[in-house]
């Protein structure tokens, strides 16, 4: 018997979308019948946990470059937040509504968000149920890269107030268009306290069956063991959606020169701007 999932697959630049196109769910992958593995993020948090050289970057542009031909549509937008110096965001820096690479930028983008939130919420009550995202009307993806550098690492105000922020966003922002990736290597409760609030969760190679339960839940070791893929499978993993059920996955791998053409081929048509007050405290002027 073969691996359908034992030979990588690279990633290709996403094909356009005629003007108004209803968001779809990305291709990321491949499950282990072969078959390719379409990730949905509409009304969706998605948790991505996996040690270092696991493969998260892989889940992280097969999410966010694949909505590509929506971003240049201004029917979605992301809010990057890198708090590795944005080694890993600003490759696809094109693709991106605004960044944060500082703690203190990244409460900013959190708040910002759940005034989107308030908003909305204001706007649909007694109207609708859930967001539908088009051109001017966008869905928000907020991607973090190293979760655990906001939430158990930065300092203890700002830790303390990302873990508020972050939970209000998990628990309201669903319904308002409001979505969360996050990648994070230590899955603990401590690193994370909001885990539990993550709607899907996706399991890369881990440490030990401790670290898979922590994940995708109690008994999942066994029928889900990321524990035990092999070093060299990176992109590899289990995917436990919010109904409780679980596939192996394996994730293209988006190279730096795919990102960057993807950013330059489908580059986002609405870009953040600082408020003035903040801009002249930067000394940044804008014509």
């Not at 992280?60 to 031909?69: C, D, E, I, M, T």
């Not at 158990?152 to 628990?171: F, H, Q, S």
């Amino acid at each position: 018997m073969l691996d359908a999932l034992a030979a990588p697959t690279m990633a290709a630049l996403p094909a356009g979308r005629p003007t108004g196109t209803k968001l779809e769910e990305v291709d990321v992958g491949r499950d282990e019948s072969g078959m390719p593995w379409r990730l949905s993020l509409v009304g969706k948090h998605t948790l991505v946990a996996g040690r270092s050289g696991a493969g998260k970057g892989s889940i992280l542009w097969g999410s966010v470059a694949s909505l590509a031909p929506w971003i240049a549509q201004d029917t979605v937008r992301v809010h990057g937040v890198d708090l590795k110096r944005g080694v890993e965001i600003a490759m696809g820096d094109g693709l991106m509504y605004r960044t944060a690479y500082r703690p203190e930028q990244a409460l900013v983008v959190l708040r910002d968000l759940l005034t989107i939130i308030d908003e909305r919420a204001a706007r649909m009550v007694g109207q609708s149920r859930l967001h539908e995202a088009k051109p001017g009307d966008p869905l928000h993806l907020l991607v973090i890269d190293e979760l655990a550098a906001l939430t158990a690492y930065a300092d203890a105000e700002v830790k303390k107030e990302g873990n508020r922020l972050l939970a209000e966003i998990l628990t309201q922002g669903r319904a308002m268009g409001v979505v969360v990736v996050a990648c994070v290597q230590d899955p603990k409760k401590e690193t994370v306290p909001a885990r539990g609030l993550f709607t899907q969760t996706i399991a890369l190679r881990l440490a030990s069956a401790d670290e898979v339960r922590m994940v995708l839940g109690q008994g999942m070791s066994e029928e889900a063991p990321a524990h035990r893929i092999p070093t060299d499978m990176p992109g590899t993993g289990y995917l436990v959606t919010e109904e409780g059920s679980a596939a192996r996955v394996r994730a293209h791998f988006w190279s730096d020169e795919l990102i960057r053409a993807t950013a330059a081929h489908f580059p986002t048509v609405e870009r953040w701007v600082p408020p003035l007050e903040e801009s002249a405290a930067a000394g940044v002027h804008f014509g």
